[in-house]
């Protein structure tokens, strides 16, 4: 399957989403999310996980990126509907 292909970009923004939400309110950064990817054998740029994020980010996902550089992430927990729908995408 191809890394553009829209299930490949679906089931890549599934997976930065359950790795910010897993994190327990600390910033994880690209560079961790690009290796926890790279482990589930999703291969893409660090660049394509900042953008993702900020797209996120802006279609309203309860998602706070941050502008540091290295750029990283958080997700607001207070938000437990997306992580009960992150964490049933995952399991399957």
């Given at each position: 399957m191809?890394?553009?292909?829209?299930?490949?970009i679906?089931?890549r923004?599934?997976?930065?989403?359950?790795i910010?939400?897993q994190?327990t309110?600390?910033?994880?950064?690209?560079?961790?999310?690009?290796?926890?990817?790279?482990e589930?054998?999703?291969?893409?740029?660090?660049?394509?996980?900042?953008?993702?994020?900020?797209?996120?980010?802006?279609?309203?996902?309860?998602i706070?990126?941050?502008?540091?550089?290295?750029?990283?992430?958080?997700?607001?927990?207070?938000?437990?509907w997306?992580?009960?729908?992150?964490?049933q995408?995952?399991?399957?």
């Amino acid at each position: 399957m191809s890394a553009k292909s829209p299930v490949s970009i679906l089931k890549r923004l599934v997976e930065i989403l359950h790795i910010v939400s897993q994190s327990t309110g600390r910033r994880v950064g690209t560079q961790e999310i690009l290796q926890k990817l790279q482990e589930k054998n999703i291969h893409v740029s660090q660049r394509t996980i900042q953008r993702n994020l900020r797209m996120m980010q802006e279609v309203g996902f309860p998602i706070d990126v941050d502008k540091h550089s290295p750029m990283g992430a958080k997700i607001d927990k207070n938000n437990k509907w997306l992580a009960q729908i992150l964490q049933q995408a995952t399991e399957q």
